[in-house]
C-alpha cells in the first residue's frame, strides 16, 4: 500500500512538472487595435504628450491555489518588476506598486482562462492602477494577456528577470497593437509573398507608403509578419526571410518589446509607440496619474544593525526584533534569516515596511544569519544587503497575554514608533488602581519613569520619547498586584 502511495506521489509530481514547462504560446491578448488607437492615429497631433516621466499605480495580484501555495515569490516579484521600469525607462513612463500586494488563493484563478479570468478582474480590481494577476497559468499555453481597461494577467514562469513578457502585456494596456497586427493566428507560408490584406487589414510593405494605415499604424515599427515566437540573429534580426505583397524581401526587427521575438532579442519601444503610450496614459487613463511624486534609487548599503547587535548573543529566543538603521530612500524591506549563511536551508522571509521587524519563529540556543533587500514602490533592483548574525539564548520572554490582576488588555500604539513621535498606551482596567512604569534599554538602563492613575474602564496615556536613539526598550509596568514587560521599538 506504501509503496502504491509513492508511485501515484511521483506521477504526480511528475504531472505537475510537466504543467510548469514554458508556454508554447505567448501572448493571448485579443484586443487587436483599440477604438482609442484608431482616433489617436488618426490625429496624433491632438492628444497631449508628457516632457516629464508618467508615474503609473500598479496593483499586485499574486494568485495562488486555493490551499495557499504557488504564489510567486516576492524576491522574484521584485526582479520582475524591476526589468519591467527598466524596459520602460527610455518611454518616460515609470510604474510603482500601488498598495499592498493582494494575495488570492483560488484553484479556478490560479489556472484560468479569459472567462474565469475576466471573473477574477472584476471581483478583485482597484480602480485608477493597472491591475495586475500573476498566476500559474492565464490560459493554456499562454505567458499572459492584457484586456484593455480591465487587467493584466501573466503566468509566473513567463517573468523571469530576462523576460518581457510583463513591458509587452503592458504596451499592450497603453494601447499598443503588435507590429504584426492583422496576422495573429493566420497561417502563411513565409516562402510565399504576404496577401495585399489579411481578414480587412492592409498588409504593411516595405517601402512604407502605407505605414499609418497597414500593421500596427506607427511608420517606425517596420514591417513584420511573424505571428509565433521566432528567435533573433546576431543583428537583431528574424532569421526567416519575408516577402511583402511586392515581391520585397524583408526580415523582422526583433528589438521591439511589441514583437513576438525571442526576450533576449527585444529591448526597447519606437519612438511613435512611446508617444501613443504617453497620450493614452495622458488621455484615456488620465486619472491613473493622480500621485507623480518622484521616489529616488534605494542606496543599498551596507545595514547597520540596531537589534540584535551584530555577533551579539541575547539570553531570549521567543520574540526577538530585528531592528536596522533605515537605508535613504528605503520604505520596504524584505527580512531574511536562515540558520545557515548562504541562506540555503530553512530561509524565514518576510517583507516589512519600515525598519523593523519581530520574528516569534526563532528557536533557543542557535546562530541566525539575517539580512534585508532594501526597496521602494517604484525602484526595487537592489540586492541583499551584506550578513549580520547573532546568537539566541534559552529564556523566554514574557508572554503577550501575562498580564496583571485587574488589567484586561495593554495595546502600545504605534509600536515601532518614530523617534521623538509620542508613544501612546491604550489600557483597560477592571477598577482603578496605581500603574507605576519604567522604560529602559534591554540591558537594563533606565530611560524613563511615569506613575499613572487608572480608573475603570479605558484608559489612554503618552509617553514622549525626545532624543532616544532607535532601537529596542523595555517598558516595565507594575501594580500592586504584580508587574509585566512590553517590548518597544523605536525607529529613527
Ligand atoms: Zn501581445
Redesign the pocket.
Known amino acids: 500500500m506504501i509503496r502504491i502511495t509513492i508511485v501515484l506521489l511521483l506521477l504526480l509530481s511528475q504531472g505537475l512538472h510537466a504543467q510548469t514547462t514554458a508556454p508554447t504560446h505567448?501572448?493571448g491578448?485579443q484586443d487587436g487595435k483599440v477604438a482609442w488607437l484608431e482616433d489617436y492615429q488618426a490625429n496624433p497631433m491632438a492628444f497631449p504628450r508628457s516632457v516629464d516621466t508618467l508615474y503609473i499605480p500598479v496593483t499586485i495580484h499574486l494568485v495562488g491555489t486555493s490551499g495557499g501555495a504557488g504564489y510567486f515569490g516576492l524576491p522574484d516579484l521584485l526582479d520582475a518588476f524591476c526589468t519591467l521600469n527598466r524596459d520602460f525607462e527610455n518611454a518616460s513612463i515609470q510604474f510603482y506598486l500601488e498598495g499592498g500586494i493582494s494575495y488570492i488563493p483560488n484553484n479556478t484563478y490560479y489556472n484560468h482562462n479569459f472567462d474565469t479570468g475576466s471573473e477574477m478582474m472584476a471581483a478583485y480590481n482597484v480602480p485608477n492602477t493597472i491591475n495586475c494577476y500573476i498566476s500559474n497559468s492565464p490560459g493554456e499555453n499562454l505567458c499572459g494577456y492584457s484586456a484593455y481597461n480591465l487587467g493584466v494577467a501573466l503566468a509566473k514562469n513567463c517573468i523571469q528577470p530576462d523576460d518581457h513578457t510583463w513591458s509587452?502585456?503592458l504596451g499592450?494596456y497603453l494601447s499598443l497593437p503588435?507590429p504584426f497586427y492583422g496576422w495573429e493566428g493566420y497561417d502563411h507560408d513565409y516562402g510565399k509573398p504576404a496577401p495585399e490584406q489579411i481578414n480587412g487589414n492592409l498588409v504593411e510593405r516595405v517601402d512604407g507608403l502605407n505605414c499609418n494605415v497597414a500593421g500596427d499604424g506607427f511608420c517606425d515599427t517596420p514591417p513584420d509578419y511573424l505571428n509565433y515566437r521566432w528567435p533573433c540573429n546576431t543583428l537583431g534580426e528574424s532569421i526567416v526571410l519575408q516577402t511583402d505583397p511586392l515581391g520585397v524581401k524583408l526580415k523582422s526587427d526583433g528589438s521591439f518589446i511589441?514583437s513576438y521575438s525571442s526576450d533576449e532579442c527585444s529591448y526597447r519601444f519606437s519612438d511613435e509607440q512611446i508617444a501613443a503610450m504617453q497620450a493614452n496614459a495622458l488621455s484615456d487613463k488620465a486619472e491613473f496619474l493622480y500621485d507623480q511624486t518622484v521616489r529616488y534609487p534605494v542606496y543599498a548599503g551596507p545595514v547597520v544593525p540596531v537589534f540584535p547587535g551584530e555577533g551579539d548573543t541575547i539570553s531570549t529566543f521567543n520574540e526577538i526584533p530585528f531592528v536596522w538603521e533605515p537605508m535613504p530612500e528605503a520604505t520596504h524591506y524584505i527580512v531574511e534569516y536562515s540558520i545557515n549563511p548562504n541562506f540555503n536551508t530553512a530561509v524565514f522571509q518576510f517583507m516589512t515596511v519600515g525598519n523593523s521587524w519581530v520574528s516569534s519563529k526563532l528557536v533557543k540556543n542557535k546562530t541566525y544569519y539575517w539580512r534585508l533587500r532594501p526597496y521602494n514602490a517604484q525602484h526595487t533592483c537592489e540586492a541583499y544587503s551584506d550578513i549580520h548574525t547573532f546568537t539566541t539564548g534559552d529564556q523566554t520572554t514574557t508572554a503577550v497575554d501575562d498580564l496583571i490582576d485587574g488589567l484586561s488588555a495593554v495595546h502600545i500604539l504605534p509600536n515601532p514608533v518614530q523617534s521623538g513621535a509620542p508613544l501612546g498606551l491604550q489600557i483597560s482596567s477592571e477598577r482603578s488602581m496605581e500603574l507605576n512604569s519604567v522604560l529602559m534599554t534591554p540591558g537594563g538602563q533606565v530611560v524613563g519613569r511615569y506613575q499613572w492613575r487608572l480608573e475603570r474602564g479605558q484608559t489612554r496615556v503618552q509617553i514622549d520619547t525626545p532624543g532616544l536613539p532607535s532601537g529596542m526598550y523595555v517598558l516595565k509596568l507594575s501594580t500592586a498586584d504584580g508587574q509585566m514587560v512590553r517590548k518597544v521599538l523605536i525607529a529613527r
Open positions: 505567448w501572448c491578448t509587452h502585456e499592450h503588435h511589441m
